[in-house]
């Protein structure tokens, strides 16, 4: 098969990406997809770089923004709720994905694909700024997003009860933006958790003590 042949089925596997629904409801409703959330990580990417005091590449990270969800195009979305109380379906998402990828980069030219699995790699692993900078935005894009839909996503909330939706979604991954010291961060995360908070009040939801 010619690159060019390659390259166009390649970019049919991006448009995948359009298909798969997140367990995250749109403002009017209708799940947000893969690419929904891909497109509001990279505006948020431009939105919060010039606030932060760490150096790092600013088209790198836009680029990790672009394959950091790839893998689901193939795989499929888990919730994060789910994985977060089956640790067991959290590794079989992994390595669902880890051979996504390995097949995406198979049908790639070597050039392009290897550029893209290394991309991939660098994200799930978190060794860099960049990929640790990218993962904290990308949890606070969808924090905002669960509080976008009617005050917040209700289901969640009557599903698991006693504030688990505020634990899995915020608390839990306050070491993401913790461990990074970005002023920038602290703040877009207090501001989501209080959202968070008033969304449930208004919906008679209670944090546990």
Not at 52 to 74: G, P, Q, W
Request: glycine share 4%; aromatic share 10%; charged share 30%.
């Amino acid at each position: 098969m010619s690159d060019v042949l390659k390259i166009l089925e390649f970019m049919s596997t991006v448009e995948k990406l359009c298909l798969v629904n997140r367990d995250n409801l749109l403002s009017k409703g209708g799940f947000e997809s893969d690419s929904d959330h891909i497109m509001k990580l990279m505006f948020l990417i431009m939105a919060v770089y010039p606030y932060l005091k760490t150096k790092a590449d600013y088209t790198r990270m836009l680029e990790l923004a672009l394959v950091h969800d790839l893998a689901e195009s193939i795989a499929g979305d888990v919730p994060l709720i789910d994985s977060f109380h089956n640790p067991d379906l959290k590794e079989q998402k992994r390595q669902a994905e880890q051979k996504a990828m390995e097949e995406i980069k198979a049908k790639l030219p070597p050039q392009i694909g290897e550029k893209v699995y290394s991309l991939f790699m660098e994200y799930e692993e978190r060794k860099t700024i960049e990929s640790r900078l990218v993962k904290a935005l990308d949890v606070i894009d969808a924090n905002l997003q669960a509080n976008l839909y009617n005050d917040g996503d209700v289901r969640y909330w009557k599903e698991y009860g006693d504030g688990d939706w505020y634990y899995c979604y915020a608390l839990s991954k306050k070491e993401v933006i913790s461990n990074l010291g970005e002023e920038i961060l602290f703040e877009l995360e207090e501001a989501l958790i209080k959202l968070s908070k008033d969304n449930m009040q208004k919906h008679n939801i209670f944090l546990k003590d």
